[in-house]
């Protein structure tokens, strides 16, 4: 597990470790049956499936994504260009959270996965009578007439006194829409099953024939709380591309501002998992040093949810000394009242009766569904990009990694308590070691086809990145994956056994992103 | 329990007086009080952030009468954010067909006003516009919660809507 080097057992799969980060590559694969043999070595190789995406023409392919200890592996599978519907070989069989990822690239591009028999639609709710990213870009998408005729075929538990519960896909409060639907026995959920995209945009399509610089006001669109982590690994993902390495103040901010959406996501998630379990002074306790925290963004980088500040070669705002003094000074004003709130939350029975043994996600089956992130965290999946690669900045201030055992809500807790802690005193050791300011480099330009890869470790996991530029900066294809899409089926594991009133609380405790997942 | 009732001594107040409360602007049809049933047509959930910070002790939205609600049924205002993707455009009929009038609708963000980044998509319809008539409109990428309290100010003190 930490052996760093490449090994042996995977043939002709070389990284070379990089300044900025992750060792990280392509491998593009012969044939299908080479594509097949290669992810089964990289899966039991330990491999974690990290995502599948597709792209059209006038390349079209499957990339698979797989992160090992060594760094981030991606698969690729040239498509034949003249067939319409052209297939490629099912890894469901063998990794099943790949399921929904080739229903995805069904659904949009109609490459047909062969060996998965799930033939359900995904994420394109059979909303269009041909599959969008099949056309050309630009072009009209003619909808389906006979969208929206049949319901979606959930599967069913029948027997005595069993009952369905929809819910959504407008959800009671502010709360990004999807579908849930329980199959309940009494107060007890039998079984959860998941139904999104209702939040698909369309963004793989959005990002062909675009600029480099539009590119990356949309890739800080994927998810509005994740916005630091999708913008850095687009820029990452461009930056690999043009060969490019930016300067180490510009590693130092990146980092900086990539604590500080963590710090402000784990703040307001605390808060609301708090209020969900009917502790009312958490929700206001959190809610005020979130806020506090989003005032000093917008002082000091001019928004309050930093976005568009990571940008490809750079970022937007340098900082002087007087601003790094007063974040100094909030880092030690925050972690006092942290762990002042981490006591009270401890102390209090009635909160950790409601935390404790509820929505556990075993710490095998995480495994076995290859989870990262706080989840995976909590259910004691020792991965965190920070900690197990330490490019520069991560090598010089290496973060702990924060871990718990028991993978109930009461792990997702402590995990966030103990996360929000190593960021703060990563972030004052970046603050005080801050190297000299320069911001930004204007990127190089490319003559031929490029290619790249970007991933980081966002608030909820690994983010990942991946561009294809044709000649001068135009992108042919893009597409940034959430952790989100691997972590919903989790929640679907997580909740059944639980009560129904528990739900909300499990869901709170998991904060998945809807528009990250649908894209 | 004793550190947590300290905690709140501590706290103090931390809400920041601002504009008039609702109960001096309040049009004729509608109470002394908002609510607001809220929907997300697709949006990257920064707009949903800072509707999230407007419950905070700061803002206290909720002190001033106004109040997000579970049921269209209950709500005066619709508010509606994300540029409103294929998918959602029936739970967007169907939210706003269950409020009764008189009712607003107000758009909020970039990508309700006019479809923001996503307006060029095949999956989106470019804004709340296109599929039902808006009274209201809060361009911003997220809005801050200054900019949404005084647009829920001003949603609710207009005068009836052109939707009625």
Redesign the interface.
């Known amino acids: 597990m930490d052996n760093r080097n490449p090994r042996q057992s995977l043939p002709g799969l070389c990284l070379i470790p990089r300044e900025d980060g992750i060792p990280r590559a392509l491998f593009p694969q012969e044939t299908p049956e080479a594509y097949l043999a290669q992810a089964r070595i990289l899966e039991s190789a330990g491999g974690r499936f990290l995502g599948l995406w597709g792209a059209g023409d006038p390349e079209p392919r499957i990339c698979t994504a797989f992160l090992l200890r060594e760094g981030l592996f991606v698969l690729v599978l040239p498509l034949p260009k003249e067939t319409p519907s052209p297939t490629f070989p099912s890894l469901s069989g063998f990794i099943p959270a790949a399921n929904r990822f080739e229903r995805t690239v069904r659904d949009l591009f109609g490459f047909r996965p062969e060996g998965l028999e799930d033939t359900r639609p995904w994420i394109g709710?059979d909303?269009?009578a041909v599959p969008?990213l099949s056309l050309p870009p630009?072009s009209?998408?003619p909808?389906n007439p006979g969208a929206?005729s049949s319901d979606y075929p959930f599967v069913r538990v029948t027997g005595p006194g069993v009952h369905e519960i929809p819910v959504g896909?407008?959800h009671?409060?502010?709360?990004?829409?999807g579908h849930f639907r329980f199959q309940v026995v009494g107060e007890k959920v039998l079984r959860l099953e998941e139904l999104l995209?209702?939040?698909?945009?369309?963004?793989d399509?959005?990002f062909r024939n675009r600029d480099i610089a539009w590119g990356a006001?949309?890739a800080a669109?994927?998810?509005?709380?994740s916005?630091v982590a999708t913008s850095m690994a687009y820029a990452q993902a461009i930056e690999q591309a043009l060969d490019f390495s930016p300067a180490a103040g510009v590693r130092a901010l990146r980092a900086l501002l990539l604590e500080r959406e963590r710090i402000a996501n784990h703040l307001?998630d605390l808060g609301a998992i708090g209020n969900d379990a009917g502790l009312g002074?958490a929700?206001?306790?959190f809610?005020?040093l979130?806020?506090n925290l989003?005032r000093k963004n917008r002082q000091h980088f001019g928004a309050?949810?930093l976005?568009d500040q990571v940008t490809p070669g750079g970022v937007r705002t340098s900082l002087d000394d007087e601003a790094i003094a007063d974040l100094l000074e909030e880092n030690g004003i925050l972690l006092e009242e942290i762990l002042?709130?981490h006591?009270?939350y401890d102390?209090?029975g009635g909160l950790q009766d409601r935390f404790q043994n509820t929505g556990v996600l075993l710490p095998e089956v995480a495994h076995r569904l290859g989870l990262g992130g706080v989840v995976g965290r909590a259910s004691a999946q020792a991965w965190d990009l920070r900690a197990d690669h330490g490019g520069d900045p991560y090598r010089r201030f290496p973060p702990a990694l924060a871990l718990a055992h028991t993978g109930d809500v009461a792990a997702r807790v402590l995990v966030r308590f103990l996360e929000i802690q190593e960021s703060l005193s990563f972030s004052r050791a970046l603050l005080e070691h801050l190297p000299e300011h320069s911001i930004a480099e204007s990127i190089p330009d490319n003559s031929g086809p490029a290619e790249g890869l970007g991933i980081v470790e966002g608030f909820r996991g690994e983010v990942l990145a991946w561009v294809r530029l044709a000649p001068h900066g135009v992108i042919e294809a893009a597409h940034i994956q959430d952790p989100s899409a691997l972590l919903w089926p989790a929640l679907e594991i997580a909740v059944p056994g639980n009560l129904v009133a528990d739900f909300p609380l499990i869901n709170k405790s998991f904060n998945l992103?809807?528009?990250g997942n649908d894209l | 329990m004793w550190?947590?009732l300290l905690?709140?001594f501590q706290?103090g107040i931390?809400t920041e007086k601002r504009g008039r409360p609702l109960s001096q602007t309040h049009p004729p049809g509608f109470g002394k009080s908002l609510a607001i049933r809220?929907?997300?047509?697709?949006?990257?959930?920064?707009?949903?952030?800072?509707?999230?910070?407007l419950?905070?002790?700061?803002y206290a939205l909720s002190s001033g009468g106004v109040k997000?609600v579970?049921?269209p049924r209950h709500a005066d205002l619709l508010l509606v954010t994300?540029?409103v993707?294929?998918?959602?455009k029936?739970?967007l009929l169907r939210?706003r067909d269950a409020i009764p009038g008189p009712r607003r609708v107000l758009a909020v963000g970039d990508c309700a006003c006019n479809g923001?980044?996503?307006r060029?998509?095949?999956?989106?319809h470019g804004g709340v516009d296109g599929v039902i008539p808006v009274d209201h409109h809060l361009p911003g990428?997220?809005p801050?919660p200054d900019e949404l309290l005084e647009a829920i100010h001003h949603a609710f003190g207009s005068s009836p809507p052109s939707s009625e």
């Open positions: 709710h909303l269009w969008p630009g009209p998408v909808e929206g896909p407008v009671a409060g502010i709360i990004e829409p995209g209702y939040t698909h945009k369309g963004v399509g959005l006001r949309l669109r994927i998810s509005g709380d916005t307001g002074f929700l206001s306790q809610g005020c979130k806020e989003l309050r949810y976005f002042a709130l006591k009270i102390d209090h992103s809807y528009s | 550190k947590l905690k709140i706290t931390l809220h929907v997300d047509a697709g949006s990257c959930n920064g707009c949903e952030l800072e509707l999230w910070a419950e905070n002790p700061y997000f579970a049921s994300g540029p993707t294929r998918a959602m029936e739970a939210t923001g980044i996503f060029d998509s095949y999956a989106v990428c997220p801050s």
